[in-house]
């Protein structure tokens, strides 16, 4: 039966060669594997979601994904969602829903800017994964050379907001943070330390910079280690948190 398996795996995937969108994948693997070594797959920018494959040893949890961006493209979630996971998407880019209706059903994505406002100017870039609702960082994109397509306004919602959608009898597993200098604005609108929601999320992982010191000191992480948690794992571009 092992033979039979591997022999209908074989057969689709000789028919991915043709699918010229798929020739690029096909020769970037080749080039690095020449087919005679298993790989693993990532999705994120930093390999973010198979360190939380390593930590999160859960086959069915859920998810807050704010910054989402896009259901496969720099995802910290798909991996997740490939073993049986589902969450809440979050984005201020509206266009993004129809990508993860289709290749996320069984999640939910929601178009709001998290923060403490009830509304913000979102600007989006030719490159969306650097979009954002922070003027200093839009400022910086525009210098650096991005094309900037839009600026729209969007609905603000807290994150306090966002923890009480989460169905009653499902716990919060993670919360990921990534919103291009919106991060420390979505962390305060979950209230005080005294004032924080009664579920709050096994593990945060947040967008942080590089260096183990530097990450320590980051002031999104500072705050989320004043709401009771301790730092995992410092990754290049992010950090792991699990609660106290």
């Not at 929601?110 to 960082?137: K, M, R």
Request: glycine letters at 6%.
């Amino acid at each position: 039966m092992s033979n039979i398996r591997k022999l209908l795996q074989l057969w689709k995937a000789a028919l991915t060669f043709l699918i010229p969108q798929r020739w690029g994948v096909i020769s970037e693997i080749y080039s690095i594997t020449r087919f005679d070594a298993p790989i693993s797959v990532s999705y994120s920018q930093g390999a973010e979601d198979l360190t939380l494959l390593h930590f999160l040893r859960k086959e069915r949890g859920f998810y807050i994904d704010i910054g989402a961006h896009h259901p496969n493209r720099f995802s910290v979630t798909r991996l997740l969602y490939d073993q049986g996971w589902s969450g809440i998407n979050v984005d201020a880019n509206p266009d993004l829903k129809d990508e993860f209706l289709k290749f996320r059903p069984r999640d939910k994505f929601l178009n709001f800017a998290v923060g403490t406002n009830e509304a913000y100017s979102f600007t989006i870039f030719q490159e969306p994964a650097i979009s954002t609702i922070n003027n200093d960082w839009r400022d910086k994109f525009v210098e650096e050379g991005n094309l900037l397509l839009d600026e729209i306004e969007v609905q603000g919602i807290t994150m306090k907001e966002l923890f009480d959608m989460v169905p009653r009898d499902t716990e919060l597993d993670l919360v990921n943070i990534d919103i291009e200098g919106g991060d420390i604005e979505a962390l305060q609108s979950l209230g005080s330390k005294q004032d924080l929601p009664i579920k709050m999320p096994t593990w945060f992982l947040c967008e942080s910079p590089a260096g183990v010191y530097e990450a320590l000191e980051s002031e999104a992480v500072q705050l989320i280690l004043n709401f009771g948690y301790r730092p995992w794992a410092i990754l290049p571009m992010s950090t792991l948190l699990r609660r106290r």
